[in-house]
């Protein structure tokens, strides 16, 4: 049964149009994260589940139950606000047990739910400072604690992580991925950054402008994106977009770039194509799909020669830019495949994995 149900709803603030008639049902116990450009909508969303915002129309069911019209704490929600909204004249102790003394929860149990939250969180040493004597990390950890100390329905997430530095960030989303399968609870959780919505989520729901642009698992969007909006905001380095036309080889199909170079695909998409013949579209391919060419041809690899422009090692993996049918493109390689601009190499195209997109709708004709 879905825990979180929610059918066309529309938030407006005066003229500006911010949630655009969401549909949405998150079953229990699921990881969604709500992720999205700045001014797409998730504050507005997370807020209007919550009851800090009221909605112009729609509907809200929290495990069954309609609370669209319910006050905030008749909804049964505990929230993480990206400001962390401790109280600063409080001790640590007291802003944790703050929500649950509102709550009367009895007296002999308050103490008890916080030491196990705080022992959870790596918090016990702190519970007698005030908020000004912590590290940004640390006043995360008792925002969150905050949170899940209360047995709320539903938690909700928003942009928790944002004020944290690199390496911190890195480490609190695998917390909060393990706090998640420890309490096994519903959360919703808000990001810009594309990768935390990768690493966290059971769902991903990709919003734009207002509305679902498309939603599923971190691979589904990733590997069978339904729009290039979607194949483009997911990935780091992005994936290269170049316009090409399909035509006919052979049996087969190729695209053909702008400047005359011709990828073959594999039969079996040749034959899902086959009535996409002779049209305009863009070829989505990602940079890990690029790759140094081994010695024999694979099904599914058409080998280009490419003059390196640019040479970026991160370590493991080097990105080499290179001119592909007029447009530069991005190329994952292994540390030592390329080592200096200006080098020749042969690489392989896997027209497997490329995805094709149509220009006019930008809707994805094939995924791999
Ligand atoms: N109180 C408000 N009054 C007027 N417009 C608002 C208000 N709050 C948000 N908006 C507008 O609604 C739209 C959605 O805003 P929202 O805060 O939900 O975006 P967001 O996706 O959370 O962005 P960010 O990643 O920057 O936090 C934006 O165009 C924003 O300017
Ligand atoms: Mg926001």
Redesign the pocket.
């Known amino acids: 049964m879905a825990d979180l149900r929610i059918s066309q709803l529309h938030k407006y603030y005066g003229t500006v149009h911010a949630v655009k008639g969401i549909d949405l049902e998150i079953p229990a116990g699921e990881f969604t994260v709500l992720v999205g450009q ?1 001014g797409c909508g ?2 507005t969303l997370l807020r209007t589940i919550a009851g800090l915002e009221d909605a112009d129309s729609g509907r809200i069911e929290i495990g069954g139950q309609p609370v669209t019209d319910l006050p905030p704490r008749d909804r049964d929600i505990a929230m993480v606000f ?1 400001n962390y909204a401790l109280y600063p004249y409080m001790t640590v102790y007291d802003n944790v047990a703050f929500g649950l003394k509102a709550r009367k929860t009895p007296r002999d149990q308050i103490d008890g739910k916080i030491r196990k939250a705080a022992a959870m969180l790596g918090i016990e040493h702190l519970l007698e400072r005030y908020p000004r004597q912590l590290s940004g990390g640390q006043l995360q950890r008792v925002a969150i604690g905050r949170a899940i100390v209360r047995s709320a329905r539903l938690y909700l997430f ?2 928790p992580l944002s004020n944290l530095d690199a390496q911190l960030r890195e480490e609190m989303r695998g917390e909060i991925k393990r706090l998640h399968h420890e309490l096994g609870k519903t959360m919703i959780y ?1 990001t810009h950054d594309q990768i935390e919505a990768m690493t966290m989520a059971d769902r991903i729901v990709l919003l734009r402008d207002g509305r679902i642009e498309q939603q599923g698992s971190p691979l589904d969007l990733y590997e069978r994106p339904a729009t290039r909006y979607v194949a483009g905001f997911l990935g780091s380095p992005g994936m290269n977009f170049i316009e090409a036309t399909l035509v006919a080889i052979g049996d087969g199909l190729a695209v053909r770039l702008t400047d005359g170079a011709q990828l073959a695909l594999p039969t079996r998409r040749a034959t899902a194509l086959a009535a996409h013949r002779d049209r305009k579209l863009i070829v989505g391919i990602r940079p890990e799909h690029l790759s140094r060419a081994a010695s024999d041809p694979r099904p599914g690899l058409a080998r280009i020669d490419a003059t390196i422009d640019l040479v970026q090692p991160t370590g493991a993996r080097t990105y080499a830019t290179f001119s592909l049918g007029g447009t530069a493109v991005v190329a994952e390689l292994h540390a030592h495949d390329v080592s200096q601009p200006g080098e020749r190499i042969p690489i392989d195209v896997n027209m497997n994995r490329a995805v094709l997109i149509d220009p006019t709708t930008d809707a994805v004709l094939s995924a791999s």
Do not use: A, T
């Open positions: 700045s998730k504050s990206q928003d942009e808000v």
